[in-house]
């Protein structure tokens, strides 16, 4: 069974720069087609997928947020990293790691963090 664990801070103030960890455990985050993806949730509105890093080290993002967005990792720690800068109060909201893989038809989400972004 694959666990996820976002962590990082819960506050942050407008124009920093968010960085929030998804250590994995249980799978190897370079076990092939698997991608693991960013996602995000506002206060009262539906879920924004951020982008994701795939198995093999390749990335893809919203392009709405892709000028300010990172993903990365660690294979060696097996940890997955979010990093976004110019953070606004709109990007308020719970943050959620998730991998998942159409060849093998499974999925699995992390708890979620909060990140509020307010000075």
């Known amino acids: 069974q694959v666990q996820l664990q976002e962590s990082g801070p819960g506050l942050v103030k407008p124009s920093q720069t968010l960085s929030l960890t998804c250590t994995v455990s249980g799978g190897s985050i370079t076990t092939m087609h698997y991608f693991w993806t960013w996602i995000r949730q506002p206060p009262g509105k539906g879920l924004e997928w951020i982008g994701y890093i795939a198995y093999a080290g390749n990335t893809f993002y919203n392009p709405s947020l892709s000028s300010r967005t990172t993903i990365s990792r660690d294979n060696a720690k097996n940890t997955v990293y979010l990093q976004m800068n110019s953070l606004k109060p709109d990007d308020t909201g719970n943050y959620y790691c998730?991998?998942?893989?159409?060849?093998?038809?499974?999925?699995?989400w992390g708890k979620g963090t909060l990140v509020t972004v307010s000075s």
């Open positions: 998730r991998t998942w893989s159409r060849t093998y038809g499974t999925e699995y």
